[in-house]
């Protein structure tokens, strides 16, 4: 090799390449220009040349469109000398040969709180040298431009050759959306090529973007695009460059295509949003109205455009206390009108339409979505909702959630924040008549009718079946297999249960009203959940006097009772005593024998010896009625009574006959009671170690059942035992258990518990667990 090779190859070939990109120049198209091979071209500029001739340099200088000050330091590097003529040691700097570095990220907005484990995740990405483009996707005001761009400024140094942007106007008022053409052209234009030199078409365009960004690192954010095609010509195919695109879709076929990183952007916890007000109101304001602050994060659903809102708002307004401004979110009676910045991209009903307008045959199914009162759905809901195919609706939903106007929280149900729940109430109510609304709602409620009593009969097979009209027509059907599958449906379902019997009732229909809280008790009433069941239970009793429903009346006023023999047993015993005589009247009795022995347990407490009487009748009634199930459960009543009275012998007798009857028909749950019973029994008869044993029984069908009531009863009771055996250990660890099932149920037993540790020694007197 020559002389030249050493000193000054590498430097000419860096600043022939540098100056080729440019002219956004491919080595063919410059080879071309000068007449040279394109071999020629890719030895220059790796340095593997020879010292090129003086005709060389000339005919590279005019195609590479060289000024006259570029041309002499040209040619010195051609000739390992610089203009002074001494050696030339550096290649010329990038400004040297005019190259833009664009800094073309908007500003970050001046305080940014929360989101870390966002942050986190797009910096692990980078870190890993992957991917070439990463997707931040999310509802509409979720702040997924705010993320991009805050994170885009952190790691701009990590990009030392510049950092492009493009809003592509995807979801947006009124202004077109940017095609990729546009957004190239634009791109090359801050990368200072000649327009003479950007192509006219896509594909010349494209080739030209790639060309330029070879062998530089820049980082391009995207925002706002509205689908995969148009970023695809975007992507550099330059490991070294980054596209970070936000869009309110998931942008599937990107990730799927493409290897992008998909970053789903959901609503910031209550903790971040307490953090993005303090940083627009400050710490003192917000410490000043703790309450009134989780009232604004509860109204506008933690969506961060909604609290920029009301931080706004606050801000503007700073001598106003922040529940007033709760209370004009409280008073509108369009929440949505309230939410209002001032312009297009601050009004949030705006915002969300610029979503809405985008859809198209998931738009009806979107606005009935507004009518479900639950705080998610499953697919068979959403399809008797729509009167559609459940296969049909499930394309519909994926639809949604790839626009994340619904989220797919877990496979196969669906969410919508409540901003967006209201919103697309409010397109129904414009758009959908009153009786299309009535239908859906109608649908809705006996799919959930019908599917709750068949999961309700799995729990507990043994309970009276009412008697239900026919689902109407479009009402989708959902398959409950097993009592373990049952048990799942209402576990996922209560919430809506609950909701769905409230809506109910507003719609005016009374007689879904009280049977949603029939089918739904058994499951309530495994969980301990007294006091839902009562307030769920009082508006089906109103309900159904409103029906005249003789049946209605007498089936609510009973399990009222029985779930008030808990909270109050005054009232418990009123509800009781109107179900033994409406059903006294109906000729039901096997029902009234449930009542009387519900009132019998109402006296347990204060005067066991009252309670004997109406479980005796009780017991005649379910002999006369046949019913071997009530004559297994009644039969360990009384058992449990003679407990009580201290007569433990003749509790033996009859908790162990209702443990048999109960064991030969399968009834699991009575099997549990008489097994608790029978071991109360024998504690106090002084046979410990087959009490204990008993318990464990009884727990064990329990927790198999769900019933945690019963079963921190039972936990209450093996302490007792264990304390009297000599094993206080074993008595603390039962008593705690049952103290924790307690307190999570806000049961008064409770109290109890605590004392009982408190004199075991465990907890200091006066330390409320």
Same mark, same amino acid.
């Given at each position: 090799?020559?002389?030249?090779?050493?000193?000054?190859?590498?430097?000419?070939?860096?600043?022939?390449?540098?100056?080729?990109?440019?002219?956004?120049?491919?080595?063919?198209?410059?080879?071309?220009?000068?007449?040279?091979?394109?071999?020629?071209?890719?030895?220059?500029?790796?340095?593997?040349?020879?010292?090129?001739?003086?005709?060389?340099?000339?005919?590279?200088?005019?195609?590479?469109?060289?000024?006259?000050?570029?041309?002499?330091?040209?040619?010195?590097?051609?000739?390992?000398?610089?203009?002074?003529?001494?050696?030339?040691?550096?290649?010329?700097?990038?400004?040297?040969?005019?190259?833009?570095?664009?800094?073309?990220?908007?500003?970050?907005?001046?305080?940014?709180?929360?989101?870390?484990?966002?942050?986190?995740?797009?910096?692990?990405?980078?870190?890993?040298?992957?991917?070439?483009?990463?997707?931040?996707?999310?509802?509409?005001?979720?702040?997924?431009?705010?993320?991009?761009?805050?994170?885009?400024?952190?790691?701009?140094?990590?990009?030392?050759?510049?950092?492009?942007?493009?809003?592509?106007?995807?979801?947006?008022?009124?202004?077109?959306?940017?095609?990729?053409?546009?957004?190239?052209?634009?791109?090359?234009?801050?990368?200072?090529? $000649?327009?003479?030199?950007?192509?006219?078409?896509?594909?010349?365009?494209?080739?030209?973007?790639?060309?330029?960004?070879?062998?530089?690192?820049?980082?391009?954010?995207?925002?706002?695009?509205?689908?995969?095609?148009?970023?695809? $010509?975007?992507?550099?195919?330059?490991?070294?460059?980054?596209?970070?695109?936000?869009?309110?879709?998931?942008?599937?076929?990107?990730?799927?295509?493409?290897?992008?990183? $998909?970053?789903?952007?959901?609503?910031?916890?209550?903790?971040?949003?307490?953090?993005?007000?303090?940083?627009?109101?400050?710490?003192?304001?917000?410490?000043?109205?703790?309450?009134?602050?989780?009232?604004?994060?509860?109204?506008?659903?933690?969506?961060?455009?909604?609290?920029?809102? @009301?931080?706004?708002?606050?801000?503007?307004?700073?001598?106003?206390?922040?529940?007033?401004?709760?209370?004009?979110?409280?008073?509108?009676?369009?929440?949505?009108?309230?939410?209002?910045?001032?312009?297009?991209?601050?009004? @949030?009903?705006?915002?969300?339409?610029?979503?809405?307008?985008?859809?198209?045959?998931?738009?009806?199914?979107?606005?009935?979505?507004?009518?479900?009162?639950?705080?998610?759905?499953?697919?068979?809901?959403?399809?008797?909702?729509?009167?559609?195919?459940?296969?049909?609706?499930?394309?519909?939903?994926?639809?949604?959630?790839?626009?994340?106007?619904?989220?797919?929280?877990?496979?196969?149900?669906?969410?919508?924040?409540?901003?967006?729940?209201?919103?697309?109430?409010?397109?129904?109510?414009?758009?959908?008549?009153?009786?299309?609304?009535?239908?859906?709602?109608?649908?809705?409620?006996?799919?959930?009718?019908?599917?709750?009593?068949?999961?309700?009969?799995?729990?507990?097979?043994?309970?009276?079946?009412?008697?239900?009209?026919?689902?109407?027509?479009?009402?989708?059907?959902?398959?409950?297999?097993?009592?373990?599958?049952?048990?799942?449906?209402?576990?996922?379902?209560?919430?809506?249960?609950?909701?769905?019997?409230?809506?109910?009732?507003?719609?005016?229909?009374?007689?879904?009203?009280?049977?949603?809280?029939?089918?739904?008790? $058994?499951?309530?009433?495994?969980?301990?959940?007294?006091?839902?069941?009562?307030?769920?239970?009082?508006?089906?009793?109103?309900?159904?006097?409103?029906?005249?429903?003789?049946?209605?009346?007498?089936?609510?006023?009973?399990?009222?009772?029985?779930?008030?023999?808990?909270?109050?047993?005054?009232?418990?015993?009123?509800?009781?005593?109107?179900?033994?005589?409406?059903?006294?009247?109906?000729?039901?009795?096997?029902?009234?024998?449930?009542?009387?022995?519900?009132?019998?347990?109402?006296?347990?407490?204060?005067?066991?010896?009252?309670?004997?009487?109406?479980?005796?009748?009780?017991?005649?009634?379910?002999?006369?009625?046949?019913?071997?199930?009530?004559?297994?459960?009644?039969?360990?009543?009384?058992?449990?009574?003679?407990?009580?009275?201290?007569?433990?012998?003749?509790?033996?007798?009859?908790?162990?006959?209702?443990?048999?009857?109960?064991?030969?028909?399968?009834?699991?749950?009575?099997?549990?009671?008489?097994?608790?019973?029978?071991?109360?029994?024998?504690?106090?008869?002084?046979?410990?170690?087959?009490?204990?044993?008993?318990?464990?029984?009884?727990?064990?069908?329990?927790?198999?059942?769900?019933?945690?009531?019963?079963?921190?009863?039972?936990?209450?009771?093996?302490?007792?035992?264990?304390?009297?055996?000599?094993?206080?250990?074993?008595?603390?660890?039962?008593?705690?258990?049952?103290?924790?099932?307690?307190?999570?149920?806000?049961?008064?037993?409770?109290?109890?518990?605590?004392?009982?540790?408190?004199?075991?020694?465990?907890?200091?007197?006066?330390?409320?667990?």
């Amino acid at each position: 090799m020559g002389q030249w090779q050493f000193e000054g190859g590498a430097l000419f070939g860096e600043s022939t390449r540098d100056y080729r990109k440019r002219l956004a120049l491919s080595q063919e198209e410059l080879a071309e220009r000068t007449g040279l091979s394109s071999r020629a071209i890719r030895a220059i500029e790796t340095g593997r040349s020879a010292a090129p001739r003086p005709s060389t340099v000339r005919l590279l200088a005019e195609a590479l469109e060289l000024s006259d000050q570029e041309r002499r330091r040209y040619t010195a590097l051609a000739t390992g000398r610089d203009t002074a003529g001494t050696a030339t040691a550096t290649p010329p700097a990038r400004d040297a040969v005019a190259e833009r570095v664009p800094r073309g990220l908007p500003l970050a907005v001046p305080v940014f709180a929360g989101r870390r484990g966002y942050l986190r995740q797009l910096t692990a990405y980078l870190d890993d040298g992957r991917p070439g483009a990463i997707v931040v996707s999310g509802t509409a005001g979720v702040g997924k431009s705010t993320l991009a761009i805050h994170w885009a400024h952190q790691v701009a140094d990590r990009f030392p050759d510049g950092q492009l942007f493009v809003n592509l106007h995807g979801f947006g008022p009124g202004q077109a959306v940017v095609s990729a053409g546009e957004a190239i052209r634009g791109f090359l234009q801050a990368l200072d090529v $000649p327009e003479r030199r950007i192509p006219a078409d896509l594909a010349g365009q494209v080739a030209c973007y790639r060309s330029v960004l070879a062998g530089r690192r820049v980082l391009v954010v995207v925002d706002n695009a509205r689908d995969s095609d148009q970023i695809r $010509p975007l992507i550099p195919g330059n490991p070294d460059c980054l596209v970070l695109v936000t869009s309110r879709r998931e942008l599937a076929s990107l990730v799927v295509t493409e290897g992008a990183a $998909p970053v789903p952007l959901g609503l910031p916890s209550i903790e971040e949003a307490r953090a993005l007000l303090i940083s627009r109101l400050g710490t003192r304001r917000m410490m000043a109205e703790t309450d009134a602050a989780d009232a604004l994060i509860d109204r506008c659903a933690r969506l961060p455009l909604a609290l920029a809102v @009301v931080a706004a708002r606050a801000a503007l307004r700073p001598t106003f206390p922040l529940s007033s401004i709760v209370a004009e979110l409280d008073d509108a009676d369009d929440q949505l009108s309230r939410l209002h910045g001032g312009d297009a991209v601050s009004d @949030v009903r705006t915002v969300f339409s610029w979503s809405y307008r985008q859809l198209s045959g998931g738009a009806a199914l979107f606005r009935l979505l507004g009518l479900h009162p639950g705080p998610d759905i499953g697919t068979a809901a959403a399809a008797s909702l729509a009167g559609q195919s459940v296969a049909e609706v499930r394309q519909r939903c994926a639809q949604l959630a790839e626009g994340n106007l619904i989220t797919e929280a877990t496979p196969g149900r669906f969410v919508l924040h409540d901003l967006m729940r209201s919103y697309a109430g409010e397109l129904a109510g414009r758009i959908d008549s009153a009786s299309q609304r009535r239908s859906a709602v109608r649908r809705m409620l006996d799919f959930y009718l019908h599917t709750g009593q068949a999961a309700a009969t799995l729990l507990a097979p043994h309970n009276e079946t009412i008697s239900l009209d026919p689902a109407a027509e479009g009402t989708a059907q959902l398959a409950v297999k097993d009592q373990h599958d049952a048990l799942a449906w209402f576990t996922a379902e209560i919430g809506t249960l609950l909701a769905a019997s409230r809506l109910a009732a507003e719609f005016g229909f009374d007689a879904h009203a009280w049977q949603l809280a029939y089918t739904m008790h $058994p499951y309530l009433h495994r969980q301990g959940r007294w006091h839902e069941a009562t307030e769920i239970l009082h508006g089906a009793l109103r309900a159904a006097r409103r029906l005249g429903s003789d049946v209605g009346q007498a089936h609510t006023n009973q399990l009222l009772g029985r779930v008030l023999i808990h909270l109050d047993v005054l009232e418990a015993r009123q509800h009781l005593e109107s179900a033994y005589a409406l059903f006294h009247s109906l000729g039901d009795t096997a029902a009234a024998a449930r009542s009387q022995q519900a009132i019998g347990i109402t006296y347990e407490r204060d005067d066991p010896a009252r309670s004997l009487p109406h479980a005796r009748l009780a017991l005649r009634l379910a002999t006369s009625a046949g019913n071997s199930y009530l004559q297994g459960r009644i039969m360990n009543g009384l058992g449990w009574l003679h407990a009580l009275l201290g007569d433990h012998a003749e509790a033996q007798t009859h908790c162990r006959r209702a443990l048999r009857l109960m064991t030969e028909i399968g009834d699991d749950d009575g099997a549990a009671d008489a097994w608790d019973s029978i071991g109360f029994a024998l504690h106090h008869l002084g046979d410990l170690t087959e009490a204990v044993r008993c318990y464990h029984q009884a727990l064990r069908l329990y927790r198999v059942l769900g019933h945690r009531y019963y079963l921190a009863l039972t936990l209450t009771h093996l302490g007792e035992t264990h304390r009297a055996a000599g094993s206080p250990d074993l008595a603390r660890q039962s008593w705690q258990d049952a103290l924790e099932i307690f307190t999570e149920l806000r049961s008064p037993e409770r109290e109890g518990v605590q004392q009982q540790l408190r004199e075991l020694g465990a907890v200091p007197d006066g330390t409320d667990l």
